[in-house]
Nanobody
Framework: QVQLVESGGGLVQAGGSLRHSCAASGRTFSSYDMGWFRQTPGKERAFVAAIDWSGGSTTYAYSVKGRFTISRDNAKNTVYLQMNTLKPEDTALYYC??????????????????WGQGTQVTVSS
């Protein structure tokens, strides 16, 4: 069982930056690939970024590539999402998620068994 607690959301102007953190419980954090997803009202949860158990492999949604960076610190049981050059269309509820390590970081939410509570990011124009 993995419990995920997120922090770092908020309100920011377009062009600004925010950093999400997601702290995981348990001693086996390094056994899990981690992902970030986001959701807006009336839409399905969308993939943002994912990182493998070691931090050596990452993947991003096209819409955030070059602006967002996912990273992790296994010693702190924490995964991060640095969001730069934010746009109003990045406004969403952001979730972190965990899945046992796979061949490559998964971009489909169905593969993730554990989810954080979600934190709101609002980007004003």
């Amino acid at each position: 069982q993995v419990q995920l607690v997120e922090s770092g959301g908020g309100l920011v102007q377009a062009g600004g930056s925010l950093r999400h953190s997601c702290a995981a419980s348990g001693r086996t954090f390094s056994s899990y690939d981690m992902g970030w997803f986001r959701q807006t009202p009336g839409k399905e949860r969308a993939f943002v970024a994912a990182i493998d158990w070691s931090g050596g492999s990452t993947t991003y949604a096209y819409s955030v590539k070059g602006r967002f960076t996912i990273s992790r610190d296994n010693a702190k049981n924490t995964v991060y999402l640095q969001m730069n050059t934010l746009k109003p269309e990045d406004t969403a509820l952001y979730y972190c998620a965990a899945t046992l390590a796979r061949d490559r970081p998964a971009s489909r939410s169905i593969f993730y068994a554990y989810w954080g509570q979600g934190t709101q990011v609002t980007v004003s124009s």
